[in-house]
């Protein structure tokens, strides 16, 4: 079986490349465990009507096979000794019918497929392996003109697979909880195949929620409502668990807000609350306040609300109308510190494209900054850049370039030199063009650089077998320009370029081409 690599977005700027070219292909072998069906099996049949001259019980391929009538269900089983793995059926009924097995378990039939009516002929049918020492076809009508034949496939033996499901729900919102996962088997064992260490259906567990801390009760809120005649009557100013609650009216904002001393990592709110809100707090860094999160209404009553961690000294809940009946509570979360994450990007491209060094930068991105008093700081500041020396080697031909083209070269421009620094070489319009070069020793060569606007063939000539042959195809530049082109490295003494056709116009200096030697 093949599959084929598609590159659904190329990399732009300094993004990095996929792990394969956009086409690559690879393979693996597939129905090496599907046996070839045998032909010693025995078949035993019932009918409910007798069936037609020239029958015969035996109807593995080779044998005169099985006639029913054209009516009436016919059923043919065949018992496997010992028990075997049985994965599909060859059949050339052109019928629909239906396959059953025996589970031992259970002891009873069981479906595990069933087919539609087919003019192929004699096919290879497959379904869900099964463990057995018994199967059995069955068609519900039989208008076959010619003789049936059917032998079940054996298969290898089956290993069970099975994986652990994810982590339920936490017990508790807050302080410390237990979550629980199901191993759950997806392929049984079948004939001899080795069995899951773990049973389907085995649970286990593990704590959660931890540092989550439950809400300090003992937190002093304050409160404003737009509403002039304030807070309706049994109203608290303090809406911890536990307390009276606050009751607004029916509209109008009301305004809730708690100052944490000393400043705390926040990452949730515990609320009675059947209304929309929002969470807001203090940037102390911006000076200002900042949205966190919006939640919607709801009636599940008492519940938690996670939303990112935010580190201040001030938090807020805002409703854009109240009209619980109920007082509503209110307690914000404190969770633990949160440690600084950040990483390094990718190198940038090099200042220099070729003769020389040039430089390369990346930039250190903080993700995630430290939260909490006793959180670990990143070791290099968020927007840092660093740098770091890079070039490229340029080929310097000892004896230049030597080039064949099919027309004359046109512009009147020397041909015979095409490196970059020199007046380049030009084509004639609709006109094959090849270029090469000897290097004075066998080199590796890996990249091309050129300001070609035509797609290019790299060459390269193999001196074992005396001939040229084509290493990759340059595409068509997306943008006019020197560029520089890499590709899987070959080691040659002579090395050569060829376009197909040079439609222009060209570049007003010519085209220039020089390989680029590595390692």
Known sequence: QTRTFVVTGPPRGAGALCSHADGDTESLACNTPVDCPESSRAWSYSSRYDLQAGSAIDIN????????????????????????????????????????????????????????????????????????????????????????????????????????????????????????????????????????????????????????????????????SSNRNGLQFGSAIDINYGRSGVVGYNYGPLQIDVRFDPEEVICGVRTDANQPFTVVYYDTTARRMKFIAEFPASDEGDRILYFPKFYSPYGRLIWNTTDNSNGIHAEFLVCGNEDCVGSWGDYGPCTSTCTGSGQQFRTFTVATPAMGAGAAPCA????????????????????????????????????????????????????????????????????????????????????????????????????????????????????????????????????????????
């Not at 497929?113 to 392996?129: C, H, T, V, W």
């Not at 050129?450 to 077998?465: H, N």
């Not at 003494?493 to 116009?505: C, D, Q, R």
């Open 380 to 519: 290099v500041a968020d927007g840092t850049r660093e740098s770091r020396t890079c070039s490229h080697l340029c080929q310097t031909p000892i004896s230049g370039w030597r080039f064949q083209s099919i027309g004359p070269v046109g512009w009147d421009r020397p041909p015979a030199d095409i490196q970059f620094g020199r007046p380049g070489l030009v084509g004639a319009y609709h006109r094959a063009l090849r270029i090469w070069t000897q290097f004075p020793e066998s080199v590796v060569v890996c990249a091309l650089r050129t300001d070609s606007i035509w797609p290019v063939k790299v060459w390269y000539f193999e001196t074992t077998q005396r001939q040229w042959v084509l290493h990759t195809t340059v595409p068509r530049p997306t943008a006019a320009g020197e560029r520089i082109v890499t590709f899987p490295q070959f080691a040659a003494k002579i090395a050569g370029l060829s376009w197909k056709t040079t439609v222009g116009p060209p570049p007003p200096t010519g085209f220039h081409a020089e390989f680029q030697l590595c390692p």
């Open 61 to 224: 391929f080779g044998r005169s096979g099985l006639v029913g009538y054209n009516y009436g269900p016919l059923q043919i089983d065949v018992r496997f000794d010992p028990e075997e793995v049985i994965c599909g059926v060859r059949t050339d009924a052109n019928q629909p019918f239906t396959v059953v097995y025996y589970d031992t378990t259970a002891r009873r039939m069981k479906f595990i497929a069933e087919f539609p009516a087919s003019d192929e002929g004699d096919r290879i049918l497959y379904f869900p392996a099964v463990s057995t020492e018994f199967g059995l076809l069955a068609w519900d009508s039989t208008i076959n003109s010619n003789s049936i034949h059917a032998e079940f496939l054996a298969c290898s033996n089956v290993d069970c697979v099975g994986s652990w499901g994810a982590y339920g729900t936490c017990s508790a919102t807050c302080g410390g909880g237990e979550q629980t996962r199901t191993f759950v088997v997806s392929v049984p064992a079948r004939g001899t195949g080795a069995t899951c260490d773990i049973l389907d259906g085995a649970t286990e567990s593990q704590p959660c929620n931890t540092p989550v801390e439950c809400p300090a009760p003992n937190r002093n809120w304050s409160f404003y």
